[in-house]
Structures are given as C-alpha cells and as structure tokens.
C-alpha cells in the first residue's frame, strides 16, 4: 500500500513539474535560461515558478528560453 501511495505522489510531482517552468541560473560563459519544468538538459526540481513568473522572466533581458524545450511557445503569443 505504501509502494502505491509512493508511486502516486511521484506521478502527481512529474506532472506538477511538467507544467511549471524553472530558471537555470547564469554562468561565467553564458546566460541565464528559462526551461519548462520537465526539460532535461536542466533536471535541477528546485524553484519551480509559474507559467506568470516564466513570462516574467522572459521578458527580462537576461535571460533566455532554452533552444531544447522551447518554453516561450504557448506563453507569448
């Protein structure tokens, strides 16, 4: 029963995380980005913002959507 309700709550966190957005920080070399929640190429779970704060984010000059998942499309528009 505990193994059900821990699958679950994982299930409910993967798909919390696939509708928000997160911002990978910038580094020396580079700029900051902005992912979708789900994306890969930044697995980091922490701070997830909302689809308002990701067009925030957008429109700030330092930061940039990722080229992978694409995050800018379907919030601007």
């Known amino acids: 029963m505990l193994e059900i309700h821990a699958q679950e709550q994982a299930r409910r966190e ?3 995380a696939e509708m928000a957005f997160k911002i ?3 580094r020396s070399s580079s700029t900051a980005l902005l992912h979708r929640g789900g ?4 697995p980091d779970q922490v701070g997830l913002i909302s689809r308002e704060g990701a067009m925030v984010a957008l429109a700030e000059p330092g930061i940039e959507p990722c080229e992978v998942c694409r995050p800018q499309t379907g919030l601007l528009g």
């Open 14 to 16: 993967r798909a919390r």
């Open 39 to 42: 994306c890969s190429t930044y």
């Open 24 to 26: 990978q920080p910038q």
